[in-house]
């Protein structure tokens, strides 16, 4: 515990926006595992660039703002199967954030490898999902459908299906 309460202090002390109020956990304690191996370093690093910029222009411009008035999360969580930011957020910052949103469509929540397959979920008892081969024959293979189910369930994937067509 003591262990997990000092990282989130490192982590917050270095990304602010992290902070939740306590320090048991932080808001990328809320990015699914997959995202935070795949492309989770580099959200952090570039939301801090972007804030940092903003407000040092801001500063010389003597407006006089809280780094905190240009991000501040308010939630975070997995919509639709894609990453979705809650938050209060300057005009650049949405802009980083909309491009993670749509690069969690790109690489598994699971396992962080890039994505084969939309699932396309099931009257909302399974939920949209993106995922790579594997996770999704994992997934498959624990509720037992069959060949058939399987093919109705998912699509492959746009950004995979764009990926394919650039190696070709
Ligand atoms: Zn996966």
């Known amino acids: ?20 109020g306590t320090l048991k956990e932080t808001w990328l304690d809320s990015i699914e595992d997959g995202w935070r191996r795949a492309f989770g370093n580099q959200l952090l690093y570039d939301l801090k660039e972007v804030i940092n910029a903003q407000y040092k ?38 802009e980083v954030l909309k491009k993670y949103s749509q690069l969690s469509k790109e690489y598994c929540h699971i396992c962080g490898q890039p994505v084969k397959y939309k699932h396309k979920g099931f009257c909302n008892i399974m939920p949209i999902e993106y995922v790579c081969k594997d996770c999704f024959n994992d997934y498959l293979d ?13 699509t492959t994937c746009r950004a995979y299906k764009r990926k394919k067509k650039e190696a070709d």
Do not use: Q, W
């Open 1 to 20: 515990m003591l262990k997990t309460y000092l990282n989130n202090v490192k982590l917050c002390l270095k990304y602010p926006f992290l902070f939740k």
């Open 57 to 94: 222009e801001l500063k010389r411009n003597s407006v006089h703002v809280k780094k905190s008035d240009l991000f501040t999360i308010f939630d975070l969580r997995t919509y639709e199967g894609v990453l979705k930011f809650y938050a209060l957020a300057s005009k650049d910052v949405s």
């Open 142 to 154: 624990e509720y037992k459908f069959s060949a058939i189910e399987r093919r109705k369930l998912k």
